[in-house]
């Protein structure tokens, strides 16, 4: 058995690739630190990441809901929801348990009917086609899909070179024999002998699979590729090299790739962009590296400090970022009650220390100063003031060191 050829960047031990929070909000982190980029591609000069320019995946304005059972009003999953990948880059897409992140990777791949909004994939919209033209599209294999858990994804009766020549033949590509060289290649690009062929499923261990499955999905050579938690179920050993594998494959085959994860220390090495999600709405977007140096919004920095780490120094205690026991957070400091927020205001408010009678309106999309438009956005009210009201406070937790 072959081990994938790849760097010997070890993600298990970086803590958000080292990321910790300072008493001023800012995240050190070690890639930041040292301004390299992820891709390979180079570095900016700015500390951000250098990715091709050609975009692959938008999406724009996507709101999807779930009828309630018994009826009545529907469950608002995603709303409003922008997002953009280019040819060879690697967007993560992040938010703690129920943000709509899976739904947003079922809605791009036409797994959910969105209620509003456009996914463009090289400029058509997809989430339009209906009939024959979606089954050509689908037949296509431009979009390919690696689900969270590969045990359940993978057929338990058909050996691992079937699951993964299936697509091919289900499309008539080549002859059986170039679609078995084809299987070779697929997972020999993946770091696994082409013997594993011929067992199944459940002859395996749980990161092979993965990389089966991973095969699979890019033996098409598909132009997008959407990972949903790829690597929640693998020990820390599997997780780093099928990450590092992905990161290989997108610079390998120039695919697209929206990596789904509730775990930061698992993007921090090798994403470019990060988009952050909190209850079905986009609360920040830009590169990684400056988003966890200095996070624009309260509940991405409250992600970032909550991380577990095992480093003993400074960082920012979460406890600084939530509302104080007792507090209302909507109210204004000169006010006695609370905020009456509106369906359309602020998905974060009922949680954030900084709250006021602003956030019953819904916060728009800004860009961060100094940045161009489109690069990197926040959504809040008080992006520009927010962090003032955690420097100086009780916000460091002191650790003695060990």
Known sequence: MTNTDLADTDLADTDLADTELTDDGRATTGRAATGVAATGVGDTGTGTVAVPQT???RVEGLGLSFPRPGGGRRVRVLDDVDLSVRAGELVGVIGETGSGKTTLA???????APDAGRVLLDGVDISRLRGRAQR?????GALQFVFQDPLRALDPDLTIGASIAEGLAITGTGTRASRAEQVSDAL????????VADRLPAQISGGQRQRASIARAVIGRPRLLLCDEPVSALDASNRNHILRLLDGLRRQLEVGIVLISHDLSSLA???DRVVVLYRGRVVEDGPIADVFSRPQHPYTALLIASAPSVR???RLDPASLRP??????GADSDSDGAARRSAGGCVFAHRCRFATHACAETPPRRAVAGRPAGEWAAACHHVETWRDQVTGSTAILKESSA
Do not use: K, T
Not at 136 to 140: A, H
Not at 188 to 195: I, Y
Not at 324 to 329: E, F, I, L, N, Y
């Open 55 to 57: 975009e692959l995946l």
């Open 106 to 112: 079922r809605a791009i791949a036409g797994l959910g």
């Open 136 to 140: 050509d599209f689908r037949r296509s």
């Open 188 to 195: 020999r690009r993946v770091g696994l002998d082409p013997a």
């Open 269 to 271: 090495g090798i994403a």
């Open 312 to 314: 003993r120094q400074d």
């Open 324 to 329: 104080a026991a007792g507090a209302d957070p």
